[in-house]
């Protein structure tokens, strides 16, 4: 997400740019426009119907799944042992749903 240098809004994607309300824009190259992903739109006509489990509320990460080698993944921190010990990480491929943890 990046925001207006000239009036501090929000920069949204249209047509390879980046653009604002003020007026200012950002064009994407193609060596920069890899950081940005954009979903497809939805046609105001589709009736569409997420199921809870479709929907992905967690924040996501680069981390390589151990089961299909894709490397995007769900990811939140849960205090699994005494207070002074380090938070357990539980990751979920955004690929094949595979869940798995790490430990430090």
């Given at each position: 997400m990046e925001f207006c240098p000239n009036c501090g809004a929000m920069l949204l994607p249209k047509?390879?740019?980046l653009e604002c309300?003020?007026?200012?824009?950002k064009d994407l190259s193609e060596t920069n426009s890899d950081q940005y992903e954009v979903a497809a739109k939805v046609k105001e006509n589709d009736n569409v119907i997420m199921?809870?489990?479709d929907m992905n509320l967690l924040p996501t990460t680069?981390?390589?799944c151990p089961k299909c080698g894709y490397n995007k993944a769900a990811y939140e921190l849960r205090q699994t042992r005494s207070a002074d010990e380090a938070e357990t990480r539980f990751f979920q491929c955004l690929k094949c749903k595979h869940k798995w943890r790490e430990y430090d």
């Open positions: 047509d390879n740019k309300s003020c007026g200012y824009s199921k809870g489990e680069k981390e390589i």
